[in-house]
């Protein structure tokens, strides 16, 4: 910046609160020639004025002859014009500066339309001498102009699966080595359906491997404390957790309890039915399903995610007033 320019300024009186703070980031602004480029937007910042009161200030300027439009404009559509301070029709107050229109372009101090002005961007803004003229940037040849729209990510694959835990940064394959059997597969898991379901402007990722990071070292101390509360963490139903050999006799169920577990099948696929729902007895009896697994753990299983795709075969087959039951005993074979 000038410093004649400055002190200038800070004397003027142009008549007007919003004249002097526009006049005064103008003085802020400018050059060993006593010329100034910056924005509106800039000046806004500056002085805390609306848009439509800097420029009404900056005409009453011209004006009254405290600055002067040079007819140069810059900036990447030159849209941004040169302003001359001190240089209207009256005496201009730089007459006797030993530096007035002197100073070569590419020997200015460089002004940025900042809306800082810290120490060290005040000390690099002005002793940093402009490296090219202020000329729009020539497009690349043959360039496309969408290369160079920043990348908004992508959202998660249906497929996504998380990296071995072997394969994690040092950070977040430290805490993944502590949890419990199946907590690492079943919270990526959570993960991947959480954000498949999500519809917001943020369920776009660049790397979602170190989303997952991130999110392994947000919940390393949740998936402790659940552990030693005795939460049971369980893999993805497709690679859950083995179900016991031992199943029950279903040789007694009606026809309404195959027709049932046909629904079920239908809605559950192979895998997972066979896994589950097989082993179990379907007792019925006076409009109420009970499905009887093999142990307490399966129970709460296939109620806690299971019990949708159940209850919507029994309704089919029973009717929509039907209730459903989950119970838990030991097989006989």
């Not at 919003?18 to 480029?37: I, Q, T």
Request: charged share 25%; glycine share 8%.
């Amino acid at each position: 910046m000038s410093w004649d320019t400055q002190a200038w300024a800070a004397k003027a009186k142009p008549g007007a609160a919003s004249e002097k703070l526009v006049l005064l980031g103008l003085a802020a602004c400018s050059d060993a020639n006593h010329c100034a480029h910056p924005s509106v937007d800039w000046l806004c910042d500056f002085s805390d004025l609306n848009r439509k009161t800097v420029i009404s200030a900056i005409g009453r300027l011209e004006e009254k002859d405290l600055i002067r439009d040079t007819g140069r404009r810059v900036g990447r559509t030159g849209q941004v014009k040169v302003y001359r301070l001190g240089a209207g029709k009256a005496a201009d107050p730089f007459s006797n500066s030993p530096t007035t229109g002197t100073v070569p372009e590419k020997e200015q101090y460089q002004k940025r339309n900042s809306t800082g002005f810290s120490s060290e961007q005040s000390q690099k803004r002005d002793t940093e001498p402009l490296r090219e003229p202020i000329n729009p940037p020539s497009p690349p040849v043959g360039g496309d102009a969408g290369s160079e729209k920043r990348n908004r990510g992508s959202r998660i694959a249906e497929d996504w699966a998380p990296p071995a835990v072997d394969d994690l940064p040092p950070a977040a394959n430290g805490k993944a080595r502590q949890w419990p059997v199946g907590a690492y597969e079943a919270e990526a898991e959570a993960f991947r359906n959480f954000w498949l379901g999500e519809s917001r402007a943020g369920a776009r990722k660049v790397d979602w491997t170190r989303t997952w990071c991130n999110r392994i070292n947000e919940i390393a101390g949740r998936v402790l404390r659940d552990a030693k509360a005795g939460v049971r963490h369980s893999a993805p139903a497709a690679t859950g957790p083995t179900q016991p050999a031992k199943a029950h006799d279903t040789s007694r169920e009606n026809g309404a309890a195959a027709k049932i577990r046909a629904h079920a099948k239908a809605k559950l696929g192979d895998q997972v039915y066979g896994q589950w729902v097989t082993p179990c007895r379907l007792d019925i009896e006076a409009g109420t399903l009970t499905v009887v697994a093999v142990s307490s753990f399966a129970s709460n299983y296939l109620r806690g995610n299971f019990a949708n795709e159940i209850g919507q075969a029994m309704h089919a087959v029973l009717g929509p007033d039907a209730e459903l039951r989950f119970a838990h005993e030991k097989p006989s074979v």
